[in-house]
């Protein structure tokens, strides 16, 4: 069974303030991606990543896959009240038949204080 | 409209009692998934389908019950429902897993 190990799991900050998210595993994955969920609510995908030292930026927030493809973080700039929320890392598995099924992280809980 | 929708968004139940959840999409995606959100779990998959007839357990697949006749249909059943299934439930579809997943709205269920 492949894990991936979020952290932090909680993260309590100011407005204005910077935040980094990680997701660490021991496993390969061929596409990691990262959701924001918020209550009462599905997860919404934010972004995919998919090859190795890949990093993509959707405005204050910044995604970089690791170089052998088993980390993932995720960067906040000069956050907001608007970014509160969970954020969750899912990583589809490299190699065999995956069947488009996703590990998911045991997620990170955003607040972010006026 | 277009969109992956789940059925009801709220449900009591009793213990021993069986219940279906419903997921609906419009996309025709080939992958369907069914998840249970707990606190202190994340997400855990439950079920999941490649297409229509082709269904597999994931990782938590005791006391469930899945079937995928149609494309756009992927109903979860509960067959007598325990206290320890009280829980948020999740669809989700993708025309393959690189693509991300499109979640539902959930069902939230509860079992007294």
């Known amino acids: 069974t492949q894990l991936l190990e979020q952290s932090p799991q909680f993260l309590s900050i100011q407005e204005g303030e910077n935040l980094t998210v990680y997701c660490n595993s021991s496993?390969?994955?061929?596409?990691l991606q990262w959701y924001r969920q918020e209550p009462g609510e599905g997860p919404v995908l934010l972004v995919t990543v998919v090859t190795g030292g890949e990093v993509k930026k959707l405005k204050r927030l910044t995604f970089q896959f690791g170089d052998a493809r088993k980390d993932s973080s995720l960067h906040i700039t000069a956050a907001q009240p608007g970014d509160t929320g969970l954020y969750l890392c899912a990583g589809e598995s490299a190699g065999g038949t995956s069947y488009g099924k996703l590990t998911f992280g045991q997620g990170t809980i955003l607040t972010v204080h006026p | 409209d277009a969109g992956i929708t789940q059925s009801p968004r709220y449900k009591i139940t009793e213990t021993g009692r069986q219940v279906t959840l419903m997921c609906h999409q419009t996309?025709?995606?080939?992958?369907m998934f069914w998840y249970r959100q707990d606190l202190g779990h994340g997400l855990r998959l439950i079920y999941y389908?490649?297409?229509?007839?082709?269904?597999d357990k994931g990782e938590v697949p005791d006391g469930y019950v899945v079937s995928r006749s149609k494309t756009e249909n992927f109903p979860l059943t509960l067959e007598s429902a325990t206290r320890s299934q009280t829980s948020v439930y999740f669809c989700a579809s993708t025309p393959t897993g690189i693509y991300g997943y499109t979640f539902g709205s959930g069902t939230r269920l509860t079992v007294v």
């Open positions: 389908s490649a297409a229509a007839d082709i269904t």
């Open positions: 996309w025709s995606h080939s992958y």
């Open positions: 496993s390969v994955f061929s596409s």
